[in-house]
């Protein structure tokens, strides 16, 4: 007997343990809503698709699962652009369900279909960002394009894909005999190990170097590898620097976790990948924040410090720095065969507690550097009051997600995170709005932890209408709207290269301040808020969110003050060119970066 293809569909997704579909309505997938309608899928309907697709990617990054978006044609697949590229650049597993127009009108413009090169082609426009985007053509290839779709989007270097549905192809009736493979298909896909022999050299290697260094990315936390790395850097006393993305992978406080390189990263922390011999990438690009626009001798010295590169990924070994050992590996079987073989070449181990003292030495000089701002009464709020503050009450196994600006740069640089996956950034894209929304996708996935986010205003202001889905959902989460009255960041740097802010902060055409009242605004959502009024009451705030079990926003006044940056980034050389740097690389190399960060 047949069955409509979009009853098959939600039933294909109970059974592959879907719980939530985020999404928006829309003409071409009211066929999808009705299938939903008694289902046991939650639908999270959103006012702005690119909300569903940052709590998608949340929900994913929590439970390490495709999630699924359902979205419009038109302007449902292009508001949903920014949150799927997202996902994309932070290899973040997503499958996103697209009306369609119907497939016999291809071409002939009807109402929304994208229509300007190519017809029937409104796929086209993710190409540049997903894994993959298919077509439904023929209904009965349906349910084998799913099983590629999520198994595409969970292995390898993860990320989302597309499947584009003409509406008409929801509405087709379908023999079940086509989706009985699906029964059949396994859920998983076994991810690459490294060669025994492999791991030997590179054990070998690690325990020859004089200075080596273990350089984590995002895969650590994707592949739950924390455990794994951190007995191979305690066997072997190897410091650990990171990405933003690795934040978690190994507690901020272990005494071999050194710190966050590049641009926002300390000179010490620069200091000691560069002075390595030997440096073992896991599970990163060597992207530009992390690598202080590859200048030479700033971030990284390759050559001739020697690189070993492991990732899922092929194209990302090699990408940014020539590698003397790459590995297409998942960095949680990697680590776990190069503490093996390092064990069976070194039995006893290495200890250096000349190193742990000077990471134990630095790190304190660091707290104690910001102790006197931390502490400051003054208001507005200075960000390392709100940061030092917000730590002492929030328990160290709850779910922050930060935006752009202080939030997100000042977070990964002096906010400690010990547990894996309890902190999540927009690193790749660095999007504004991602926070506000992924804190809902986060709460769903972990009901039982606390989850929050770190926004400034301008990102809180990108789009406000989140305040909506945790009503109508009942997602207890809190909103920290750390408020400058600015796009932060992007003044500050505009303020260092010109010595102006024209732009970026917000006032009305007389040049008075304007902002939104955003507890009010939320009031008006049905959420409770609270705009701080001073540093002595914020923290006391701030726990009566937490414990309220019910959504709360808290509108905190802050100082615009730059995050502390050591490391370097070609921005600065691009509007103020310095004279020893030419076209992305200093001219005289490492003899001449104490200069230039003097001239910043």
């Known amino acids: ?39 046991k899928l939650n639908f999270v309907s959103v006012r702005h698709e690119q909300v569903a697709a940052h709590a998608a990617d949340a929900y994913a990054r929590i439970t390490q699962k495709a999630s699924v978006v359902l979205c419009h044609l038109g302007p449902g697949l292009t508001n949903a652009v920014t949150g799927v590229a997202t996902a994309s650049l932070d290899a973040v597993p997503m499958v996103v369900i697209a009306g369609d127009v119907p497939s016999y009108y291809y071409g002939k413009h009807p109402h929304q279909e994208i229509n300007m090169h190519c017809d029937g082609s409104q796929y086209d426009i993710y190409k540049p960002f997903v894994k993959r985007a298919w077509r439904i053509d023929v209904p009965e290839l349906f349910p084998e394009i799913l099983d590629k779709a999520f198994r595409l989007a969970e292995s390898g270097r993860p990320g989302p894909v597309l499947i584009s549905v003409p509406m008409d192809m929801f509405s087709r009736e379908l023999d079940p005999v086509h989706f009985e493979r699906t029964y059949h298909d396994s859920h998983t896909t076994v991810r690459p190990a490294l060669p025994k022999e492999t791991a030997v050299e590179i ?19 994707y592949t739950n590898a924390s455990e794994e790395l951190i007995e191979l850097v305690e066997f072997l006393d190897i410091p650990v620097t990171r990405t933003l993305m690795a934040q978690g992978a190994i507690p901020d406080n272990h005494p071999l976790h050194v710190g966050m390189t590049g641009f926002w990263g300390t000179n010490f922390v620069n200091e000691v990948s560069t002075r390595a011999d030997v440096i073992l990438g896991v599970g990163t690009r060597f992207a530009e924040a992390d690598s202080s626009s590859w200048y030479k001798g700033v971030s990284f010295n390759i050559p001739p410090t020697k690189l070993i590169q492991i990732d899922l990924d092929p194209i990302e070994i090699g990408r940014n720095y020539p590698v003397a050992l790459g590995a297409v590996a998942d960095p949680k079987q990697a ?8 064990k069976e070449l070194k039995p006893e181990g290495i200890d250096r507690p000349e190193l742990r003292k000077a990471i134990a030495d630095y790190r304190a000089a660091f707290k104690a550097s910001n102790v006197a701002i931390s502490e400051d009464n003054r208001f507005p709020m200075t960000p390392q009051r709100i940061l030092k503050d917000v730590r002492e009450v929030l328990p160290q196994d709850a779910i922050i997600a930060t935006d752009v600006g202080w939030n997100k740069n000042g977070v990964s640089q002096q906010f400690e995170i010990t547990q894996p996956g309890t902190i999540l950034h927009t690193g790749g894209l660095a999007t504004m709005g991602f926070g506000p929304a992924a804190i809902l996708g986060a709460k769903l996935a972990a009901p039982d932890k606390k989850v929050i986010t770190l926004v400034g205003d301008g990102g809180f202001g990108t789009n406000p209408t989140v305040m909506a889905t945790a009503v109508e959902q009942n997602i207890p989460v809190v909103w920290v709207v750390m408020n400058n009255g600015a796009f932060g960041t992007i003044a500050g740097l505009e303020a260092a290269q010109y010595h102006h802010s024209f732009g970026t902060i917000f006032k009305k055409p007389d040049g008075t301040p304007y902002n939104p009242e955003w507890a009010e605004v939320a009031k008006a959502y049905g959420i409770k808020s609270k705009k701080i009024t001073s540093a002595e009451e914020f923290k006391a705030a701030f726990k009566e969110a937490l414990d309220s079990n019910e959504p709360y926003l808290l509108d905190v006044p802050m100082e615009n003050i730059p995050v502390p940056t050591d490391g370097i980034w070609n921005i600065n050389d691009i509007y103020t060119p310095k004279e020893n740097v030419a076209e992305g690389r200093l001219v005289y190399g490492e003899a001449t970066r104490s200069k230039h960060v003097a001239t910043k």
């Open 1 to 39: 007997m047949k069955k409509l293809i979009s009853y098959q569909l939600v039933d294909y997704l109970e059974r592959r343990g879907i719980e939530h579909v985020f999404g928006l309505c829309g003409h071409t997938v009211i066929a999808m809503l009705d299938a939903l309608k008694d289902s």
């Open 203 to 221: 054990a070998k290697m690690l325990i020859e170097a004089k200075n080596p260094v273990i350089h984590g990315g995002g895969q650590l936390i």
């Open 335 to 342: 680590l776990k065969a190069i503490l093996e073989a390092a």
